[in-house]
């Protein structure tokens, strides 16, 4: 069973900056997306980051020109640098591997990341 293990995470003031990371335990398993969601408090899990093996990214309207999601492949390990950062960004991180297109199989346990000053 593939794991993700997320790190990185903590408090940080706003305006301030994070990099996540994470890490697969096998470093084939087939994966072609590898991305980053976020949960808030009271609300559902949202797509923040994305990355294909082809180095295309996607982000949420939200983050665009201050998050930048990385990968490398033959490690099998995703980033994603958060730079000033806002209270809203507030939420526990969420790192995801897809290997069947449409599908996220592999998730990690999440890492809370808190702006607040």
């Known amino acids: 069973q593939v794991q993700l293990v997320e790190s990185g995470g903590g408090l940080v003031q706003p305006g301030g900056s994070l990099r996540l990371s994470c890490a697969a335990s096998e470093s084939d398993f087939g994966v072609n997306v590898m991305g980053w969601y976020r949960q808030a408090p009271g609300k559902q899990r949202e797509l923040a980051a994305t990355?294909?093996?082809?180095?295309?990214?996607n982000y949420a309207d939200s983050v665009k020109g201050r998050f930048t999601i990385s990968r490398d492949n033959a490690e099998n390990t995703v980033s994603l640098q958060m730079n000033n950062l806002k209270r809203e960004d507030t939420a526990v991180y969420y790192c995801?591997?897809?290997?069947?297109?449409?599908?996220?199989?592999?998730w990690g346990q999440g890492t809370q990341v808190t702006v607040s000053s």
């Open positions: 995801a591997a897809s290997v069947t297109a449409g599908n996220y199989e592999y």
């Open positions: 990355i294909n093996s082809d180095g295309k990214t």
